[in-house]
């Protein structure tokens, strides 16, 4: 699929843009919409659709949770509050995740331009290097 995505028609330029897209959606509170709204706010850049939904995928699970607890705890300090404590079962945990949503989206406007900057500027030069290749 990252071939397909690689030579479709977009620049190397365009294809960071649509990464660093995909990677904003994946490190921000959109859980269970990254790939609509990759689709949508790729279609609104008008850049590639399918690298944005690929690229909102690249924080898998393992990862992205751990980042997502970052941002909760960055936007609970930024309010000036303590950190929420994660305690009890899962359906707990989800009862206190809309307690800190406005803390999330907080630490999410911090952390996601960054994380998305970091993909941008690492696809370019194997963006670069593809279409170099494919001439």
């Known amino acids: 699929m990252w ?7 977009a620049t ?5 843009f649509a990464v660093a897209l995909g990677a904003f959606i ?7 919409v990254r790939a609509p709204l990759a689709i949508a706010a790729a279609w609104v850049t008008r850049l590639n659709r399918l690298t944005a939904i690929l ?8 990862l992205v949770i751990p980042i997502w607890a970052f941002e909760v705890r960055l936007g609970a300090r930024l309010l000036g ?5 994660w305690t009890g079962d899962a359906a ?4 206190q995740l809309r307690h800190v949503l406005g803390f999330w989206c907080l630490g999410a ?12 500027l690492a696809a370019y030069p194997i963006a670069r290097r593809w279409k170099a290749r494919a001439r």
């Open 92 to 95: 707990q945990k989800i009862d």
């Open 109 to 120: 406007a911090v952390v996601a331009p960054v994380i998305a900057a970091a993909c941008g």
């Open 12 to 16: 190397p330029q365009r294809f960071a």
């Open 26 to 32: 994946s490190a921000g509170p959109f859980w269970g």
């Open 81 to 85: 509050h303590e950190p929420p404590c």
């Open 55 to 62: 690229a909102s995928h690249l924080l898998f699970v393992p």
């Open 3 to 9: 071939r397909r995505a690689l030579t479709e028609n």
